[in-house]
């Protein structure tokens, strides 16, 4: 089975990459995606902007493909960053300086506050040919921490402190974290769904 993704996010791209390997499935990013504008993610949720985004890119796609919006709800902050986590301090940085001033806010916003429980979201949408199929959610809880830990993941992933691990999403192993995460959630439902 072989399946498309859309994602201008390196991150995402490496953990829907790890997927297929995990997962033994086909997934192909779509070519030239960088040439493709891409739509403004106007959603208030994250189902309505992951079905925004894949049934836009499913039209470039010979056939199934998949789109992501994912983020970090903060219970203190009412959820926030929520849909807007990719672009939570509108810094106009790209790639690792854009996530590093997103933790910065986030570390500024909950300095005043005690509870530091935070969930990761993710929304995967699968559509063919502009319509959208079905979509899948996962979730996982963890503590955010005073200070940024750990080379490893993007994005919120060195503040995310999953208590079962002992340790930042930041810290862990790829495959660990996909094994808990989120995405590997809303990854393996998908492919349940694919193969019922
Ligand atoms: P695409 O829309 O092109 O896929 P994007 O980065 O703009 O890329 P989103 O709008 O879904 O995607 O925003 C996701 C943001 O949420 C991402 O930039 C991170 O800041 C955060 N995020 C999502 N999943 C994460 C994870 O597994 N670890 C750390 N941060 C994550």
Not at 47 to 73: C, H, M, T, V
Not at 107 to 132: M, P, Q, S, W, Y
Not at 163 to 185: I, L, M, Q, Y
Request: proline share 6%; with cysteine; charged share 25%.
């Amino acid at each position: 089975m072989k399946l498309w993704c859309a994602t201008g996010n390196p991150g995402k791209l490496r953990e829907f990459r790890l997927a297929g390997h995990v997962l033994q499935i086909e997934v192909e990013p779509l070519p030239d995606l960088k040439t493709i504008e891409p739509p403004e993610e106007t959603g208030d949720t994250f189902e309505a902007n992951a079905i925004l985004k894949a049934e836009f890119y499913s039209q470039f796609a010979s056939g199934p493909l998949f789109a992501d919006d994912s983020g970090l709800a903060v219970d203190a902050l009412g959820g926030a960053p929520g849909v807007l986590s990719a672009r939570y301090a509108n810094s106009g940085l790209a790639g690792h300086d854009a996530d590093e001033a997103n933790n910065q806010l986030v570390l500024k916003n909950l300095a005043a506050h005690g509870d530091r429980t935070a969930r990761f979201v993710c929304v995967i949408a699968l559509a063919e040919k502009g319509k959208v199929i079905r979509t899948f959610r996962g979730e996982v809880e963890g503590q955010l921490l005073h200070e940024p830990k750990g080379p490893g993941g993007f994005g919120y992933d060195p503040l995310f402190y999953y208590p079962p691990f002992g340790c930042t999403f930041g810290e862990a192993a790829s495959e660990r974290k996909f094994d808990v995460s989120h995405r590997g959630n809303a990854l393996r439902q998908m492919l349940q769904y694919l193969t019922r």
